[in-house]
T-cell receptor, first 113, second 119 residues
Framework: RKEVEQDPGPFNVPEGATVAFNCTYS??????FFWYRQDCRKEPKLLMS???SGNEDGRFTAQLNRASQYISLLIRDSKLSDSATYLC??????????????FGTGTRLTIIP | GAVVSQHPSWVICKSGTSVKIECRSL??????MFWYRQFPKQSLMLMAT?????????EQGVEKDKFLINHASLTLSTLTVTSAHPEDSSFYIC???????????????FGPGTRLTVT
């Protein structure tokens, strides 16, 4: 089983729609969770950290379900600029101190005008 | 947010030569920097963790003699790909981690990446 698993997509969604991505992780001891977005041939950029209580940042909502080891990202009122690859990222708890991150392979999203 | 720069942004070199890539944290001190490699349509794969003033820790399967890492200061880490071969062609990305007392979690901020092509 992959450490971090995501549906690779692609998701082709009309502008203005709501889209949700899911991600599962294998190590129950993981403590830090993130969503990054990566544009084609660019570096990943932190979209949001994911907290146990769930958190929202504008049109983006992230949720964490520790019991199911599941993370989600919801994008409302999608914009053309949301087209990107969304990476689910989880810390590797085997290493103390500065934590290493494990990246999912990403979910490709294209917003259609 | 924290800014990380990387230089060069792209490089083409001949097989057998060495290439040095620099990673700098511009507006913060990073005790730890990470070096990743990403092949087309694949996820980022961690190559090594670099701590200022100490030897880098390499991931399994990454040759430390081929990928030399130096972290001489709190704002600069370098990766040198020695005796590069075409199979080393990839997108190399560094990241820097904010110290835990500066962020709620271990967020990493990425440099813009270096696209290496070995001919």
């Amino acid at each position: 089983r992959k450490e971090v698993e995501q549906d690779p997509g692609p998701f082709n969604v009309p502008e203005g729609a709501t889209v949700a991505f899911n991600c599962t992780y294998s190590n129950s001891a993981s403590q830090s969770f993130f969503w990054y977005r990566q544009d084609c041939r660019k570096e990943p950029k932190l979209l949001m950290s994911v907290y146990s209580s769930g958190n929202e940042d504008g049109r983006f909502t992230a949720q964490l379900n520790r019991a199911s080891q599941y993370i989600s990202l919801l994008i409302r009122d999608s914009k053309l600029s949301d087209s990107a690859t969304y990476l689910c990222v989880v810390n590797d708890p085997r290493y103390g101190g500065n934590e290493k991150l494990t990246f999912g392979t990403g979910t490709r999203l294209t917003i259609i005008p | 947010g924290a800014v990380v720069s990387q230089h060069p942004s792209w490089v083409i070199c001949k097989s057998g030569t060495s290439v040095k890539i620099e990673c700098r944290s511009l507006d913060f001190q990073a005790t730890t920097m990470f070096w990743y490699r990403q092949f087309p349509k694949q996820s980022l794969m961690l190559m090594a963790t670099s701590n200022e003033g100490s030897k880098a820790t390499y991931e399994q399967g990454v040759e430390k003699d081929k990928f030399l890492i130096n972290h001489a200061s709190l704002t600069l880490s370098t990766l040198t790909v020695t005796s590069a071969h075409p199979e080393d062609s990839s997108f190399y990305i560094c990241s820097a981690s904010l110290a835990p007392f500066l962020a709620a979690t271990y967020e990493q901020y990425f440099g813009p990446g270096t696209r290496l092509t070995v001919t």
